[in-house]
């Protein structure tokens, strides 16, 4: 196993299982969901995801869709990422999204910004066709934290922001591929850092 993985399990930043942080072998998706709520307990339903396969030190492919999960946008979400009723109006199912979504993933290890919020909205809405839902995690919000402490706060924008010096990567924040863009250059900058700050990390 990677001593990465020990060190950031430790840290509390690495979910699932053992991870092999082998740059050249990593299977990493950086992925963001858009939703109708904050918890999927009060029936909160994902309406756009966006992933992108992170390797060999860049962004690669990407992997985008709204999804209509037959239920109303609240305005205070509208308010927040811009996704409206009407937008959904003609677009895809669930189970048609997330089958495409499944078959990019593969067997990547799931890089989020508070891992925490998407992977129960993802759990969530595979538990509903009845899909397992076992993907390792890593969680750069926790990274950030560990590793930038003193920031004046750890939201997506701001840890993008102090490493990039802008505050998004040329997309609308707040909406799902923009936010996995930006979570993906996260944890690359943070990688580096890792390995800076421990020499080789790699067993």
Known sequence: ????????????????????????????????VETTGLSTRSGGRIIEVGAVVVENGTLGEEFNSLVNPGVKIPGSATRIHGITNTMLRHQPPPNSVFRQLQKFMGRSTLIAHNAVFDMAFLRAEFTRMD???????????????Q???GLINYKLATVYKYLYG??????????ALADAQMAGRIWLRLFERGQDNSGSMIS
């Open 166 to 175: 802008s505050k998004s990567c040329g997309s609308r924040q707040h909406r």
């Open 131 to 145: 899909w397992e839902f076992d993907y390792r995690q890593i969680c750069t919000l926790r990274m950030s934290r």
């Open 147 to 149: 590793l930038l402490p």
């Open 1 to 32: 196993m990677g001593k990465i993985y020990k060190k950031y399990e430790k840290m509390g930043v690495c979910y699932g299982g053992e991870i092999t942080l082998d740059e050249e072998k990593m299977s990493l998706v950086a992925i963001d």
